[in-house]
C-alpha cells in the first residue's frame, strides 16, 4: 500500500520533502471481523491549503469541529474519492463511488463517516467530487449564499479567484447578475477569469504596487460583497473600498499560512464607518445543505452555465509537488491528485 508520508512538523513554507512516498505500508483489503468500516481504493486525491494547518503540532483549527495534525510517520489525509472494495457497513455496499475523508494512500481502511457521501450522480467526471461538487463548491455556494446576502446588480469581489472556490463563486455571482471582479496571481490566471469564467474584469494583485488604487479603478462606487480567500493586504485595501452595509464572507487567508507572524489589518474602522457585516465560516458547518447545493449546481454544470477548470496531477507520488504548488500558486484550477481510473 504505498503512501504519502509526513516526515516531521513543518514550519514556514512546506517544502516538497517534509512528505516521502513509502511502500512498506501493509494493508488488507479486508474489513476486520466485527468493524463497521469500509475498505476503499482511492481513486482522486484533493490537495487543499487548509492542509497547512494539520502539518503544525496540536493545532485544533476550527473551534469547535475539531480536525487534529497530521501525525508524523504517518499519512497525509485530507479529502478524496474512492471506491468501496469491502464494507462492513450497511450504509455501503462494495462497489460504491465516495468521497469524503480519506488518506494519502493506495487503499484506506475507513472507519470514521463523518463528512463521507455516497456519489449518487456518475453523469459528471468522478474528480468534479474533489471540487466544484465536493468540499470547495459547497464552501462557494455556503460562502456566498448563506453569508453574503447577495442581490441582483451589487458588486462583488473575489481573492483568489480563479481557484477552486473562487472560480464557482464567480460564476453564481454572475448567474445572478452581479458585477463580478476577480484578482489572481499570473496573467494566465486572469485571462481565465475573463474570458472562461466571464467575470467582468480580473487583475493581477502581483502586478499593482497599490491594491487600494486597483480596486478603486474597477470599483468607482465601492464593493457590496467581498469573497475573502487571501487575507493580509488585500483585506486592508477592501476595506477602505466596501460600500455601506457591506458584506464580507472570511473563507480563507491563504497570504498568512506560511509566515510566523500574521500581517496586522490596520483598517477594521472601516468596518463601523460602513456598518459591514464580517463572518468567518467552516464549510462542513453546512453539510446539511449538500443536496440543495446538488440540486442547483448538476444542470447548471449539464446546461454548460458553470464551467470548471482543474489541475490534476498524475500520481501518489506526484502528491507532496501538488500539495506544494498551491502555496506557490503554479495551479491552474482546482489542484487534485489523480491515482487511478474507476
Ligand atoms: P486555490 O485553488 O485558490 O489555490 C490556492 C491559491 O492561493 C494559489 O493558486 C494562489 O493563487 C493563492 N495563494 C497561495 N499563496 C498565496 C499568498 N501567499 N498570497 C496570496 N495568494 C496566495 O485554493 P482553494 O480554492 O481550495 O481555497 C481558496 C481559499 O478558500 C483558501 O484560503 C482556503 O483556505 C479557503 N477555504 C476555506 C474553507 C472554509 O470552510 N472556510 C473551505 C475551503 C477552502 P494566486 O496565483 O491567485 O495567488
Request: charged fraction near 20%; glycine fraction near 10%; hydrophobic fraction near 40%.
Amino acid at each position: 500500500n504505498k503512501q504519502v508520508i509526513l516526515k516531521d512538523y513543518v514550519s514556514g513554507f512546506p517544502k516538497e520533502s517534509d512528505m516521502y512516498v513509502s511502500s512498506n505500508g501493509t494493508m488488507k483489503l479486508k474489513v476486520p471481523e466485527g468493524s463497521n468500516g469500509i475498505v476503499v481504493k482511492n481513486l482522486y486525491l484533493s490537495c487543499d491549503p487548509y492542509m497547512r494547518s494539520r502539518m503544525i503540532k496540536n493545532k485544533a483549527i476550527t473551534g469547535n469541529y475539531y480536525i487534529d495534525s497530521f501525525k508524523p510517520g504517518s499519512p497525509i489525509l485530507g479529502l478524496g474519492v474512492a471506491k468501496v472494495l469491502d464494507s462492513g457497513n450497511p450504509n455501503f455496499k462494495k462497489g460504491d463511488l465516495v468521497w469524503g475523508r480519506t488518506g494519502w494512500e493506495e487503499y484506506s481502511l475507513i472507519t470514521d463517516f463523518q463528512n463521507m457521501f455516497k456519489i449518487q450522480h456518475t453523469e459528471v467526471p468522478m474528480s468534479y467530487y474533489t471540487g466544484i461538487l465536493g468540499m470547495p463548491g459547497l464552501t462557494a455556494y455556503a460562502g456566498f449564499y448563506e453569508l453574503c446576502s447577495p442581490k441582483k446588480g451589487e458588486n462583488v469581489f473575489i481573492s483568489t479567484a480563479s481557484g477552486a472556490v473562487g472560480q464557482l463563486v464567480g460564476q453564481f455571482a454572475k448567474l445572478l447578475g452581479c458585477y463580478v471582479v476577480g484578482s489572481a496571481g499570473s496573467k494566465e490566471k486572469v485571462d481565465l477569469l475573463k474570458n472562461k469564467f466571464n467575470f467582468n474584469e480580473a487583475f493581477n494583485y502581483k502586478e499593482e504596487p497599490d491594491l487600494d488604487a486597483a480596486l478603486k479603478r474597477y470599483f468607482p462606487e465601492g464593493i457590496d460583497i467581498y469573497f475573502e480567500n487571501v487575507g493580509g493586504k488585500m483585506l486592508d485595501a477592501v476595506l477602505l473600498n466596501m460600500r455601506a452595509h457591506g458584506r464580507i464572507a472570511a473563507c480563507g487567508m491563504i497570504s498568512q499560512h506560511n509566515i510566523d507572524k500574521p500581517e496586522g489589518v490596520h483598517n477594521l474602522m472601516h468596518l463601523i464607518y460602513k456598518r459591514i457585516r464580517i463572518e468567518g465560516f467552516f464549510v462542513f458547518d453546512y453539510d446539511h445543505l449538500y443536496p440543495k447545493f446538488l440540486e442547483l449546481v448538476l444542470p447548471q454544470i449539464a446546461e454548460g452555465k458553470i464551467v470548471y477548470v482543474e489541475d490534476t496531477a498524475e500520481g501518489l507520488e506526484s502528491g507532496p509537488a501538488a500539495l506544494i504548488r498551491l502555496f506557490s500558486g503554479l495551479n491552474i484550477g482546482k489542484q487534485d491528485v489523480f491515482r487511478y481510473p474507476c
